[in-house]
Every structure is written in structure tokens, then in C-alpha cells.
Nanobody
Framework: VQLQASGGGSVQAGGSLRVSCAAS????????MGWFRQAPGKEREFVAA????????YYADSVKGRFTISRDNAKNTVYLQMNSLKPEDTAVYYC????????????WGQGTLVTVSS
């Protein structure tokens, strides 16, 4: 499965942003999907995951209550709605198939940069 994230941008602290990840070349609806992020100078970290059906979700403590992951299997797309953004959310965001709940599978696609200013 090839993955392409989009929708990143610059936003002020407290603002909202939705990023998307489109999949192609595979059976998207068969995979649990997750979002990860990598801030400058830091290792990539898990953010959120959703089961193949969309029925269950799992979040890192740092984003719980602020971020919402969802998917549309008809559009082969997974979303991450980010509210109440903080400067520490600044990172490149990537999506990936996951072994439930947060072990990434396969190769990384292109990420999308989210910058939150104070």
C-alpha cells in the first residue's frame, strides 16, 4: 500500500487542523491504520490508530481528548482531526498501517508538516 499524507500547514496555538492520508495500491480496508509524527531532532512517535472497520480507536496520552482519528474506506483515506493544538504538536505527520494498536507496518510514505506557533 502506498500512502500520501496531506493537509498540513501553519496554525496558531489553540487552533485546529485536519490532515488526511490517501492509500493506493492495496486493500486499504483490510488494515488497521495509524498516525505517527516526528518533531525536529526527535524520534518518530505514535499518535493515534483506528481499526480496519473504524470501530475502535487508540490514542497517545499526549493527544487524547484533542485529536480524533477516523477513516473512510470508500475513499481509501484516513484522517486526523487536531484541535486545541499546542506548539509541541509541531512535527511531520505520517500515516502507516499498524499491527494493533501502534506497531507500524511496511514502509513510510510522504508526511505532511504541521507547525503550531505560540
Amino acid at each position: 500500500v502506498q500512502l500520501q499524507a496531506s493537509g498540513g500547514g501553519s496554525v496558531q496555538a489553540g487552533g485546529s487542523l485536519r490532515v488526511s492520508c490517501a492509500a493506493s495500491g492495496g486493500t486499504f480496508s483490510s488494515y488497521h491504520m495509524g498516525w505517527f509524527r516526528q518533531a525536529p531532532g526527535k524520534e518518530r512517535e505514535f499518535v493515534a490508530a483506528v481499526t480496519w472497520s473504524g470501530g475502535s480507536t487508540y490514542y497517545a496520552d499526549s493527544v487524547k481528548g484533542r485529536f480524533t482519528i477516523s477513516r473512510d474506506n470508500a475513499k481509501n483515506t484516513v484522517y486526523l482531526q487536531m484541535n486545541s493544538l499546542k506548539p509541541e504538536d509541531t512535527a511531520v505527520y505520517y500515516c502507516a498501517a499498524v499491527k494493533w494498536p501502534k506497531s507500524p507496518l511496511g514502509s513510510w510514505g510522504q508526511g505532511t508538516l504541521v507547525t503550531v506557533s505560540s
